[in-house]
């Protein structure tokens, strides 16, 4: 029992950092991409999306709004970075 326990530790603390990189990496992208329309550069178009091709896969991906990409960013984050964050505001 206490190995399964530790073995869906473990899935879960990889499946929580796998979400957690791909969180930042999206805020990351939101960020350089409102920066760069700051200084006045063209934004590129996204991809086209073709809602009847047969190829799996080329769905584009979901779009989150800011404020739930910032809050689901802070449950995922580690928490050494936690401890981080509260002794830098403090």
Do not use: W
């Amino acid at each position: 029992m206490r190995r399964t326990r530790r073995v869906i530790q473990r899935i879960t603390a990889r499946l929580r950092e796998k979400n957690f990189n791909t969180i930042e990496r999206a805020r990351n992208v939101r960020k350089r991409r409102r920066h760069k329309t700051c200084n006045g550069l063209p934004s590129l178009a996204p991809p086209l999306y073709i809602p009847n091709c047969d190829n799996s896969g080329s769905s584009p991906p979901p779009t989150y709004e800011d404020a739930l990409l910032d809050q689901y960013y802070q449950e995922c984050m580690p928490i050494n970075q936690h401890r981080n964050i509260k002794k830098q505001l403090q």
